[in-house]
Structures are given as structure tokens and as C-alpha cells.
């Protein structure tokens, strides 16, 4: 009874603002709600005076002071990180006692829109390409002593041909001491661990993701018992790379030596590509 009434009071006090709302007194109008995260609600706005359109994120408030924790905290990581490819932090306010926090809004769609609704196929030279961009962004984010802890198909962006990270709700610096509670299971630790090979976990399963667009398998409709490995048609390479990343095999010490293997491996693709 008192787990239903909790469930209830969360569902209510979470709602979304409604469209046309005016924000931080009267600077920003929201839009449309983009979505709600774990930690957050996020919002498209209207700079009112400028007329931009910007993403405001607000902590849930179902989730009380952890909420807003995690929401300064991205505030504060998102604000050292100045590079091309992640949104701008550009201010924070409170409202109504609630916190809120101002970003670039990226007019783009995700990777997991692209390949789930769109259809959007990567084959494996493509894939690999991808990678090496997006893996440009993580080294430097990683240079900047901060792990993402999130990279996923739905928190990578294309905007025309520019790729770009957002949600940095789960970041966390590499001095901090983990955040993983002792029990949790294996997934969450390789995940979640404030180390860059969790960072490099994920870009492995998030290649696998791109490298699954292209698969086709012999007889649709039935399930496969077999994994990655026997159903993907990619080279040895690509094949060994991603038991580094899903740390099958000794795991990269880090970003660079990833970046490093890629590198050749690309190189070997577009020799063998090139007519002779
Ligand atoms: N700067 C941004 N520009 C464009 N869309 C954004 C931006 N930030 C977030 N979004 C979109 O808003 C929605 C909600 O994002 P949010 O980060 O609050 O949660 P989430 O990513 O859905 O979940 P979680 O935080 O649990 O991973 C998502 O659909 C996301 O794509």
C-alpha cells in the first residue's frame, strides 16, 4: 500500500511543466518536453529575448536531494567541458525552489532513432569510422580527468554531420571514489565504475549496436542462440577490438591505445577498398 501511494506521489509530483510556462522569471518558455531520465526532466525552450532554442533540464523531484545532487554535479562537470561536440552548459537558476539547468539544445537525432525508427544501416568500415569520431570526444573528455559513464545509442546525437555526446547526468571524475554500491551486479560494475575502461565497455556494445544494423540473419523471425561472434560477419580485427572493449580479452589501458589499434585497422580497410 504505502510502495503504490509512493509510486503515486512520484508519478504527480514528476508531471511535466506544461507548454508555454514561462521560466527564471520570465527568460526562457518551454516548448515542448523533450523526455524524462532517470534523474531529470528535460525541456525544449525559448530563449525569450534571443529567440534561440535551448534544452533546460530539471532534477525530478520525486527524487529529492539525490536529484539535485546529480544535477549540480552535471552542472559543474558540464561547465569543464568545453569542446565542439558536447552542448554548452550556459547557466543554472533555481526556480520555485527547483534547480534547472540551461544547455545548448541539439537539433539533431540520436543514434538510436537513426537505426530503430530510420532504418539507418552502418556496415562495418562505417561503423568503425563512427567510432573513431566519437571515440575523439571521449579522449578528450578522458584528458579533462572525467569519465561519461553513459555513452549509449540514445546519448549520441548526428546534427547534420557533426556527431554529439549529451547526457552527462552519470559523469563522475576519475579521482572520485566509486559510486557503485558493493553487490551490484557485473553489468553495472563494468559500466558504472568511475575508470575509462567503463567508458570503453560501452563503446563496445555501442558498436555492436551499429554493427547489428547491417545483420540479417539467415531465417528472420527466429531467435538465435548464437552470439555477436558467430552472427556478425566483420573481420578478425573488428572481432578482437570488441573483446578488448567488453574486456573478453586484456581491456585497452586506455582511450589512445583503442584509438591506436582503430587507426590501423581503418587503414588496412581502406588499402584492401582501394582499387589497384
Ligand atoms: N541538449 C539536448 N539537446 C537535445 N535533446 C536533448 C538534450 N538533452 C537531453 N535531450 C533529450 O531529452 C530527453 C531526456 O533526456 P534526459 O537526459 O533527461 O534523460 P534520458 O537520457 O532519457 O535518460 P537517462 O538520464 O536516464 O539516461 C532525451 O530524449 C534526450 O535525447
Not at 5 to 22: N, S, V
Not at 32 to 49: A, I, K, P, Q
Not at 189 to 217: K, N, W
Not at 232 to 251: E, F, G, H, N, V
Amino acid at each position: 500500500m504505502l510502495g503504490t501511494f509512493k509510486g503515486l506521489y512520484g508519478a504527480w509530483i514528476d508531471h511535466p511543466e506544461r507548454e508555454g510556462k514561462l521560466l527564471h522569471g520570465g527568460k526562457y518558455r518551454i516548448c515542448r518536453f523533450l523526455g524524462m531520465g532517470s534523474y531529470g526532466l528535460t525541456y525544449l525552450c525559448h530563449d525569450v529575448e534571443s529567440g534561440e532554442e535551448i534544452a533546460v533540464k530539471q532534477a525530478r523531484p520525486s527524487k529529492g536531494q539525490l536529484g539535485r545532487e546529480l544535477l549540480r554535479r552535471e552542472i559543474e562537470i558540464m561547465g569543464q567541458l568545453e569542446h565542439p561536440a558536447i552542448p554548452g552548459c550556459l547557466s543554472s537558476f533555481v526556480h520555485n525552489r527547483r534547480l534547472y539547468m540551461v544547455t545548448e539544445y541539439v537539433k539533431g537525432r540520436t543514434v538510436e532513432d537513426l537505426i530503430f525508427e530510420k532504418g539507418a544501416v552502418f556496415q562495418e568500415s562505417e561503423a568503425l569510422g563512427f567510432i573513431r569520431r566519437l571515440m575523439e570526444i571521449v579522449s578528450f573528455i578522458h584528458g579533462k580527468g572525467i569519465v561519461h559513464l553513459d555513452i549509449r545509442i540514445p546519448n549520441v546525437m548526428l546534427q547534420g554531420e557533426q556527431i554529439r555526446l549529451i547526457d552527462f547526468g552519470l559523469a563522475s571524475r576519475l579521482s572520485e571514489p566509486s559510486r557503485v554500491e558493493p553487490g551490484a551486479d557485473e553489468e553495472t560494475r563494468l559500466r558504472r565504475t568511475a575508470d575509462v575502461t567503463s567508458d570503453l565497455y560501452a563503446i563496445g556494445h555501442f558498436l555492436l549496436f551499429m554493427l547489428y544494423s547491417a545483420y540479417e540473419p539467415d531465417e528472420p523471425d527466429t531467435d538465435s542462440a548464437a552470439g555477436w561472434e558467430e552472427e556478425l560477419s566483420i573481420s578478425a580485427k573488428t572481432k578482437q577490438m570488441i573483446r578488448k572493449l567488453l574486456q573478453i580479452d586484456q581491456p585497452y589501458a586506455d582511450a589512445p591505445a583503442f584509438m591506436r589499434e582503430l587507426d590501423d585497422s581503418l587503414m588496412i580497410q581502406d588499402e584492401t577498398a582501394a582499387p589497384s
